[in-house]
């Protein structure tokens, strides 16, 4: 995970935050929250973090659980034992063995570079079909 100007925002474990998370370089998660995160920078959910969020930043690593969808400008890995229960719109999707995801993904440069804090999931015609 790449820190922007230095700033690490951390949620430390055992803290619990509902509403909306904003910060202006990377964000780190160990405890639990509830709504929207927007970070300029990367988004590291560690694997004791319980996250039911939507997530808009550049790039995500999920090594707890996700409940939500994930918009990234670049990139979203998920690290085994991690698990994302929602839509994933990147343009890089990396799951490594033991990783859990369920939903739909979409893998498009265009889509990914225009993912913005208000598009909360990707319009139908984004969508792969078959």
Not at 69 to 78: C, F, G, R, T, Y
Not at 89 to 98: D, F, H, N, P, R
């Amino acid at each position: 995970m790449a820190e922007q100007n230095g700033e690490v925002t951390i949620v430390g474990q055992g803290a619990k935050l509902e509403g909306n998370v904003v910060s202006a370089g990377s964000l780190r998660v160990d405890g639990q929250v509830k709504g929207q995160i927007n970070a300029d920078g990367d988004v590291m959910l560690s694997a004791q973090s319980n996250v039911e969020a939507t997530i808009h930043a550049a790039n995500v690593v999920v090594s707890g659980r996700l409940k939500g969808d994930i918009n990234a400008k670049a990139k979203v890995e998920l690290a085994r034992g991690g698990r994302v229960d929602g839509n994933i719109t990147t343009k890089a999707l990396v799951i490594q063995e033991g990783g859990i995801f369920n939903g739909q993904s979409v893998m498009d440069a265009a889509a990914a570079a225009a993912a913005a804090p208000a598009q909360a999931r990707p319009t139908e015609a984004a969508k792969p079909q078959g």
